[in-house]
Antibody, heavy 119, light 107 residues
Framework: QVHLVQSGGGLKKPGASVKVSCEASGYTFTSYGINWVRQAPGEAFEWMGWISGYNGHADYAQKFKGRVTLTIDTSTTTAHMELRSLTSDDTAVYYC????????????WGQGILVTVSS | DIQMTQSPSTLPASVGDRITITCRAS??????LAWYQQKPGKAPKLLIYKASTLERGVPSRFSGSGSGTDFTLTISSLQPDDFAVYFCQQYNAYPWTFGPGTKADIK
């Protein structure tokens, strides 16, 4: 069965960077892309970007362009999300989610990782 | 960006009730709409995609309809396991955007 296990995150100071990893198992990693979304307290989900598991091509939401980098490591079947120049507005639970019949769908989700930005 | 709204924000209901949740897009998204269920402290679960296609393993009491800008999620007979938050997602155009959620609450 498909599993996405996330790690990283935690408490960060304003201006710092955070890296969240998403280790995938139970499927052919290169056959599906990974979406990254976040949910701030009391807010709707927000899509940050998508990365192909095949060739590492990434699409980013305009809001995050220049501040977020998505990467993959096919040898470890892991996707990574790095967000830089953190502010308190970046406090949220960050999720990776694998695509389904459409790459845009979030058919399988990681458990979510809390990133708290505070001085 | 395409804005997604949902109504109601909270839906008090009882086991066995038929409930309907509405999702509206700020512009035409054809039928590129998904519905998810989220329980407290858990990751969401995909229920429906392409407005009306049931994801594998999702009970048939869930159904979706609509196209263009107006969509609905219906649960034909609410079960105890269905008390949760439901939200929609459009994937017609980047950036994918989500509705704020509707909480199906115990009446």
């Amino acid at each position: 069965q498909v599993h996405l296990v996330q790690s990283g995150g935690g408490l960060k100071k304003p201006g710092a960077s955070v890296k969240v990893s998403c280790e995938a198992s139970g499927y052919t990693f290169t056959s599906y892309g990974i979406n990254w979304v976040r949910q701030a307290p009391g807010e709707a989900f927000e899509w940050m970007g998508w990365i192909s598991g095949y060739n590492g091509h990434a699409d980013y939401a305009q809001k995050f362009k220049g501040r977020v980098t998505l990467t993959i490591d096919t040898s470890t079947t892991t996707a990574h999300m790095e967000l830089r120049s953190l502010t308190s507005d970046d406090t949220a639970v960050y999720y990776c989610a694998r695509g389904g019949v459409d790459a845009a769908l979030m058919a399988f989700w990681g458990q979510g990782i809390l990133v708290t930005v505070s001085s | 960006d395409i804005q997604m709204t949902q109504s109601p924000s909270t839906l008090p209901a009882s086991v066995g009730d038929r409930i309907t949740i509405t999702c509206r897009a700020s512009q035409n998204i054809n039928n590129w709409l998904a519905w998810y269920q989220q329980k407290p402290g858990k990751a969401p679960k995909l229920l429906i995609y392409k407005a009306s296609t049931l994801e594998r393993g999702v009970p048939s009491r869930f159904s979706g309809s609509g196209s263009g800008t107006d969509f609905t999620l219906t649960i034909s007979s609410l079960q105890p396991d269905d008390f949760a938050v439901y939200f929609c997602q459009q994937y017609n155009a980047y950036p994918w955007t989500f509705g704020p959620g509707t909480k199906a609450d115990i009446k």
